[in-house]
């Protein structure tokens, strides 16, 4: 099993690694973002994840290499896990928002509709599954997080047929709920993804608050970073690419953005980050053709300024009510 990681050259680029800097790797997955940056510079990364094995992938790294600071945790607790462990203000923080071939490859997981396995898709492998979800939510609420998470145009479709094949057995594994999206769809009809794409992403990112993740991660961020530090982040899906370019356009200056997850332009903050380069970079067509998981990578980076940080706090969104919901029922 590998996992070869996205635009790894324009990342280390982007980071800019210095020696005896101190950087975040936020996402450390298989580490190769963290070995990647400590081949260039003899610096030290902290290690944040809160898959757990990601995260023994981390400490055996640690024992090879002491540069490492294993740090197990949400990429969105990156400021309460920077101060406990004493490192901040650090120079550098780098996040690849995509779930790791580790998790993807692994059935037991539960994230892959091409493996049968428990319908899990729990990265830190605690509260409510996938399959909480897609047996105690509502149709109008499955619907929403296929049409608002997934983007799916058979968000309603899908929520219905769900909804109507629980009644006589409840979902465990993936490619039962799988095969149901697929007949509620009509077949593939010769579209290069399954059916089921969407839907399952859609359902990971719910499980995992994924946008609400990001948006309480670009706030600590901010909070950590020392002035001209590096925020350097990869995204794999639209929603978190905008709520990146609505953080760096707001933070930078620009006028106030739209995203429900972000807080709200205050008038008179001074801009707290500075974008060298507005246009996200993209993966090469070679690296795509290596690696088609990368096809959808955007990558966008920043430099902090000396401005204090914004006071205010960012909401998470879409998960919060569901979820409360969710574990009302469960309870």
């Known amino acids: 099993m590998t996992h070869k990681p996205v635009l790894i050259e324009e990342v280390v680029q982007a980071l800019a690694p210095v020696d005896g800097g101190l950087f975040v790797d936020a996402?450390?997955?298989?580490?190769?973002?963290?070995?990647?940056?400590?081949?260039?510079?003899?610096?030290?990364?902290?290690?944040?994840?809160r898959d757990p094995e990601a995260m023994k992938r981390a400490w055996a790294h640690s024992a090879q290499d002491p540069r490492v600071k294993p740090a197990p945790g949400c990429f969105g607790e990156i400021e309460a896990i920077c101060r406990v462990m004493g490192v901040a203000p650090v120079d550098g923080v780098m996040l690849d928002l995509g779930v790791s071939s580790f998790q993807i490859d692994e059935a037991?997981?539960?994230?892959?509709?091409?493996?049968d396995g428990p319908l899990d898709m729990r990265m830190a492998r605690r509260g409510p599954s996938a399959a909480d979800a897609v047996n105690t939510l509502t149709e109008g609420e499955l619907a929403d997080i296929f049409h608002f998470l997934g983007e799916d145009p058979s968000a309603r479709r899908i929520a219905r047929e769900v909804v109507a094949r629980r009644k006589s057995a409840?979902?465990?594994?993936?490619?039962?709920?799988?095969?149901?999206?697929?007949?509620?769809?009509?077949?593939?009809?010769?579209?290069?993804?399954?059916?089921?794409?969407?839907?399952?992403?859609?359902?990971?990112?719910?499980?995992?608050?994924?946008?609400?993740?990001?948006?309480?991660?670009?706030a600590g961020?901010?909070?950590?970073?020392?002035?001209?530090?590096?925020?350097?982040?990869?995204?794999f899906h639209s929603l978190e690419d905008r709520l990146v370019k609505t953080f760096l356009k707001e933070r930078s200056g620009g006028a106030p953005g739209v995203s429900?997850?972000?807080?709200?332009?205050?008038p008179g903050s001074?801009?707290?980050?500075?974008?060298?380069?507005?246009?996200?970079?993209?993966?090469?067509?070679?690296e795509v053709d290596d690696n088609p998981r990368a096809r959808s990578a955007k990558l966008r980076w920043a430099l902090r300024t000396d401005a204090p940080a914004w006071t205010v706090q960012p909401e998470s969104g879409l998960k919060l009510p569901l979820l409360n919901s969710l574990e009302g029922a469960q309870g």
Do not use: W
Not at 170 to 199: M, N, S
Not at 221 to 235: C, D, N
Not at 260 to 266: A, C, I, S
């Open 260 to 266: 429900r997850h972000l807080p709200q332009l205050v």
């Open 270 to 286: 001074p801009a707290t980050f500075e974008v060298l380069v507005r246009k996200a970079v993209d993966p090469t067509s070679g």
């Open 170 to 218: 409840r979902f465990e594994a993936t490619l039962d709920l799988a095969g149901v999206i697929e007949r509620a769809v009509g077949g593939r009809r010769g579209a290069r993804t399954h059916p089921a794409t969407r839907a399952f992403q859609a359902l990971r990112m719910f499980v995992n608050d994924e946008l609400g993740e990001l948006a309480r991660t670009l």
């Open 27 to 49: 996402t450390y997955g298989g580490g190769g973002y963290t070995r990647a940056v400590l081949a260039v510079a003899d610096c030290s990364v902290v290690a944040i994840d």
């Open 108 to 115: 037991e997981r539960g994230f892959s509709f091409m493996r």
């Open 221 to 235: 961020v901010e909070r950590v970073l020392k002035p001209g530090g590096r925020m350097v982040i990869v995204t």
